[in-house]
Structures are given as C-alpha cells and as structure tokens.
C-alpha cells in the first residue's frame, strides 16, 4: 500500500516534525510505502529525503493554522491522486508503539479517533458546534461519538471527498461571517455525522500526562511542557489575547464555588467575545481563625490547565511574594485589564447580568446554573476530569457497572465544626436523608449506595442507609477531593448535601436519573431565598 501522510508544521511547530518522523518511521504501518507532505516555512530535517516532500506554505496564524489546514490540502489533491491512503496528523502527535492495518479502513469509509475528552461521555455533553447558523452545527439528540480533529485517515477516494467538503463547509460560514466553535474539528464531526466512518480508541490520540483507560499508540504532546501555544504560534498572534477586552472572576472558597465562579465568567466571556481572567488573589490571603483554608484548585481540570498555559485564561497575581511556580506563571501569563466592579447583590436579574460588558470583574459565588445555561457544553468540556488512580477507576468501573449507582454526599467538616460556617449552611438532617433513601428505595429497590464524606468515620458509625448496600469512599485526600466528584458524576441517581460540591458531582452526571437535594440549602434567614437546584431537582 501506499500511504500518503499530511502534516503541517509552520512557524516553531516545526520544532515536533524530526520526532513524529522519526516515531512514524519505526511504528506507522511498516511494510507499506510513506510519503510525507509537509507543509511548512521552516528547513526542517530530512529535508533530502525522497519520501519527504516540502509544501511551502505561509505561517497563517492562529486560528487560520487549523481553520484552513484543508484548504491547505486541497492545493496538492493532484498529487494525492496515486496513493492508496491518506492521513492527517497533527503536528505534535508522536506514536509509541505499533500501529497497524487497523489504520486503513475499508468499504470507502473515514476513520476517527474519539476524541480522549469525551470517551466515557453521553452525547449530550459533546461539544459539538451548537449554534444553528454554522455548517458544522450538530442538534442535541444526534451524534454517538464526539472525534478528535488531529487524527484521522481515509482511502485516497474517501479522503478526497472529506477535504472539498470540509472546504466546501468552512468557506459557507466564513461567507455568512461564522466560525466553527473548535474549528476543523467541529466540521469534522459533522462529517462524521453525515457520512459512513470507522472509529479508533483514545490510545491512538493519548494526551501526553494522562492516565487513561486505553493502550498509547499515539500520544499528543503536551504543549505546555514546550512553550506552550502562545510561543508555538509565534509573536503575530499575540495580540488575539491582549487586546481582546477581558472579564475578570474573583475565585475564593473551595474547588465548587471556584467551579461556578469560573462558569459564570466563561459565560459572560464567551457571549461578548472577551478574554477571561481569573484572580486568585484571594488565595494568598491571611485566612482568619474561623475561615477554611482553600486553594486554587481548577488547574487540576485538563482542559483548563491548556487554557491557562496557552493565554485565552489569565492568572492575576497580586503583590505577595510568590512561589517558584507562581512566578513562572506570572512571567508566561498577561495580567487583566482595569474594570469596574460588580458584585452578585448589585445584579437583580438575570437580564441585568445578559446586559453586562466588558471590561469588568465580577464579585460572588454565582451558585445558579441560569448564569451559565447557555454554554453549558462549553462548561462541561472544561470540567473534564483528569483520569482516576489505579483504585479510583476500579471503584469508576464498580459504579458504572451497577444499572441503580446513588451517590450521597455527607458533608459536615467545618459545617459541622466551625461556627460561622455552621450558622450559614446548617447541616442537612437525618430526617432528609432517611426521606431522600426511602424515595430512592421505592423507584430502585436495586440501588447500591456510594457514600462521599469528608468525615468518612462518621458515616460508618451513624449514617443509616435503610438496608441498602452501600460502600463508603475513602480513597483520596483532601487535595485529591476532585476525584470524588468525578466518582460521583459516574452514579446514576444522586443524594446530594447543601454543597456546591455534590451540586456539580449532581450536575456533571452523565446520566439521566434522579437527584434529590435538601429543600433549605442556607440556614441564614438572609440567604434563604437563594437556591442554586435546577427546577428539574427532586427537593426534600
């Protein structure tokens, strides 16, 4: 067979070429004939080899790199022609171990790669272009599997017809002034859609750090750990992030009141084209007496994590004296515009908050869902969990194997132990629980129960579970608590406490069950009138 591979390498992405080619060389389909082409405006190594074929091409920015990639190779169709197979890599993709015929599919279809992301999610969480207007728009209720955009392969025929009609699909919204939500990626997917295809394992598009459930054959470098993507594309681009107006969200509290701090500003961002910032300022604080302890938490997030890294997110420092690791941050990272301030009690509604510009900061814990509905496949991309640890992923496949999961969350803690905290939450009662378990065992007799405390000593003491099975985790520190609210999102149904905690681990279920909440969520007569559920929520 004859193979032909596409790659692009402009700019100082050429820096990844010498180590794809030289992996391809040993792992990609050996005993077939391979030629590269490679578009490029670098002088790249092996340059002299007969195989390897320079495609001048100009360095075209961000997001034009990606957004046009297929126009790109449309201009050598012509030379396309004669090969069996074409394939498309990405310039940072390295392959570890032996890939094979299972490459090269048949019957004149595509092959994808689902994309390491979404591998254990349901369709509705895929974060397909959703906006009507876009050739590549996908309704809720289609697609089965969401693929990655920097792998795939095709007999040439088969290949061909991808590349005019991803041309075809991109110059339509370009033309009516749209573009795609994640670029070739999106009308990748609404090919995949439309058209017969075969589809790969994550292993063959394994993010470089992650531990995941599939054998690598081809791992995605970490741009990160290489200048990450500002430094890749070089200094034209720049300015997208500087320039660009910016919303400013204040972090505090734990890990779930960062979640809907980073939500409400990601929306906002997103709807006026703005840049987000996000300040941590507050983490460096001297807590008082009565205050817990927390810290920055949302790097643990992948896709954040990347976000952060290439620029689109912005840490503000403030003056305090930094750790190593801050203060390589603050050297890589912008700082946020100056804004005018608004805190959540200035904003009566919701149209006042819709009507909101930039620049600006905003001040609160945004616990309501309504601040972010409509980019909620958005929030649930960035809220990708990175992968459990070897006993968290046992216990993953023990809940995902049982058809009636629940998970209840006991919070107590400083709920429980700190008076302040105490006097605005309360604690939910046994009286819930035992209402929220009995409603439970009356629509799932089956169920198996996965407690989640951070007083697990507690729970096997005192919490009543009416003769339900039942397993308490206690596998991770409070540092590691992340992976609790993945675990729980596994489960099917959910008992959740008055924290934002199990609100997300709630709210990032995958599955269409029943999620039950206390009625109170503040003791505080103040706060009594704020409720974060979903009007959807079972409230006991």
């Known amino acids: 067979m004859k193979i032909a591979i596409l790659y692009v390498c402009t700019g100082r992405y050429a820096f990844f070429w010498k180590d794809f080619f030289r992996s391809a060389e040993k792992y990609f389909l050996s005993g077939h004939h391979k030629e590269y082409f490679v578009f490029t405006d670098q002088t790249i190594e092996v340059m002299d080899n007969e195989r390897v074929h320079i495609i001048p091409q100009q360095n075209l920015g961000w997001p034009d790199n990606t957004l046009l990639r297929y126009h790109m190779f449309q201009g050598i169709c012509d030379l396309l022609v004669p090969f069996d197979y074409c394939c498309f890599f990405n310039s940072n993709a390295e392959f570890c171990s032996p890939v094979g015929a299972e490459f090269l599919p048949t019957d004149n279809k595509m092959l994808f790669v689902q994309h390491p992301g ?6 509705d969480n895929f974060t397909y272009d959703r906006n009507p207007e876009s050739s590549a728009y996908v309704p809720f209720g289609k697609g089965t599997v969401y693929v990655c955009g920097g792998v795939n392969c095709g007999n040439t025929s088969s290949y061909l017809h991808f590349i005019n009609s991803i041309v075809e699909a991109t110059d339509d919204n370009r033309k009516r002034g749209v573009i795609a939500l994640w670029h070739d990626e999106s009308h990748s997917n609404r090919y995949a859609l439309d058209n017969p295809h075969a589809v790969l394992d994550p292993g063959y598009c394994y993010p470089e750090g992650w531990a995941l459930p599939f054998s690598p054959k081809i791992r995605i470098r970490d741009k990160a750990l290489h200048g990450g993507h500002d430094y890749l594309r070089g200094e034209k681009d720049q300015p997208l992030f500087k320039e660009a107006p910016a919303i400013t969200t204040s972090l505090m509290g734990g890990l779930g009141n960062q979640m809907f701090q980073y939500a409400a500003g990601l929306a906002l961002a997103f709807r006026l084209n703005a840049r987000l910032v996000l300040d941590i300022s507050w983490f460096s604080k001297k807590r008082g007496e009565n205050e817990t302890p927390r810290t920055f938490a949302l790097e643990l997030f992948p896709f954040i994590k990347e976000q952060i890294a290439q620029g689109a997110i912005a840490l503000r420092l403030n003056s305090v004296p930094l750790s190593l690791f801050e203060r390589i941050k603050k050297k890589f990272l912008c700082k946020s515009d100056k804004a005018s301030k608004v805190t959540e009690q200035e904003i009566p509604n919701l149209e006042t908050f819709y009507k909101l510009t930039a620049p600006l900061e905003l001040i609160g814990y945004w616990q309501n869902e309504a601040f972010f509905f409509d980019v909620v496949t958005l929030v649930r991309h960035f809220f990708t969990f990175p992968a459990l640890q070897s006993a968290g992923q046992c216990l993953a496949n023990d809940i995902l194997a049982r058809p009636n999961s629940v998970s209840v969350h006991v919070r107590r803690g400083d709920y429980a132990n700190n008076a302040r905290t105490n006097a605005v939450h309360g604690l939910c ?38 003769g339900l099975p039942f397993t308490v985790v206690d596998l991770h520190t409070e540092n590691e608590a992340h992976h609790d609210m993945h675990l729980m999102s596994l489960c099917r149904h959910h008992i959740i406490a008055n924290s934002s905690f199990s609100w997300w681990g709630s709210w990032l279920s995958n599955d269409v069950g029943m999620k039950i909440a206390p009625r109170l969520w503040f003791v505080d007569p103040s706060m009594s009138h704020l409720d974060p559920c979903p009007s959807s929520w079972l409230r006991m």
């Open 118 to 123: 979404f591998y254990s999610s349901s369709a």
């Open 429 to 466: 009662s046994d009286k819930y629980y035992a209402a929220a378990i009995s409603h439970i065992k009356v629509h799932a007799p089956d169920s198996h129960i996965y407690i989640f405390s951070d007083d697990p000593a507690w729970v096997r003491e005192s919490f009543d579970t009416q």
